[in-house]
């Protein structure tokens, strides 16, 4: 198994330019996540799909912070526009069928997308 | 919002010692896992507690629960230099609600 793949794995960007963050969750698996980690606030869940459909994006920060997963071997996390404070390392996730809340699944966590807002 | 909180946030200690994090959590849970990060990973996760169990092994790990107090603690025994990594504590809310993540504890091995 591949594993979730995320791309790209580091990005450096100007302050005001948009920038996407590619996910590709391990199939069969219809939870996918996208999660920010700083040292500051820790690992923090800013939104979740369960079989491509929004569950809850609570945890998304701003209006300039989207996400879509337009089918079930992709989802993308877009910052428009982008700002220094947005400096972060951002990981996607996927959990297999049935509820990982009461079944407890594993989560199984990609390797990151480093992005560096200047 | 962390609803697990890692203790202490930094150990270090020899090769060959026990290592032993702490995770205390505020609400009622369905289980609680750890999960380790190396330095420039994603997290992998290690073991899983659910609320009905007060320890659980895996191989050279120990997981405690204890509900009352809501913490537990995760032990690592003969600890070696691979060992170096943080550590995460992670829970699962009864209702529907996904995996909490604490800050961790950065445990430092050293040969």
């Known amino acids: 198994d591949a594993g979730v793949i995320q791309s790209p794995r580091h990005e450096v960007t100007e302050m005001g330019q948009e920038v996407t963050l590619r996910c590709k969750p391990i199939?069969?698996?219809?939870?996918l996540f996208w999660y920010r980690q700083t040292m500051m606030r820790g690992l923090e869940l800013l939104i979740y799909f369960n079989n491509n459909v929004p569950i809850d994006d609570s945890g998304m920060p701003e209006d300039r912070f989207s996400a879509k997963m337009p089918n079930a071997s992709f989802s993308t996390l877009k910052i428009q526009p982008s700002e220094p404070r947005d400096s972060a390392v951002y990981f996607c996730?996927?959990?297999?069928?049935?509820?990982?809340?009461?079944?407890?699944?594993?989560?199984?966590f990609g390797e990151g997308s480093w992005l560096t807002v200047v | 919002s962390q609803q697990g909180e890692e203790d202490p946030q930094a150990l270090s200690i020899q090769e060959g010692e026990n290592a032993t994090m702490n995770c205390s959590y505020k609400?009622?849970?369905?289980?609680l896992q750890w999960y380790r990060q190396n330095s420039g990973r994603g997290l992998v996760h290690l073991i899983l507690?659910?609320?009905?169990?007060r320890e659980k092994h895996s191989g050279r790990l120990r997981v405690t629960l204890d509900t009352s107090k809501k913490s537990s603690s995760l032990l690592i025994t003969a600890s070696r230099a691979a060992d170096t990594a943080s550590y995460f504590c992670a829970t699962v809310l009864s209702g529907n609600t996904p995996l909490v993540f604490g800050k961790g504890t950065r445990l430092s091995v050293i040969a």
């Open positions: 507690i659910r609320s009905n169990e």
């Open positions: 996730a996927s959990s297999k069928p049935g509820a990982p809340i009461r079944s407890g699944n594993t989560i199984y």
């Open positions: 199939s069969g698996h219809d939870y």
């Open positions: 609400t009622s849970i369905n289980n």
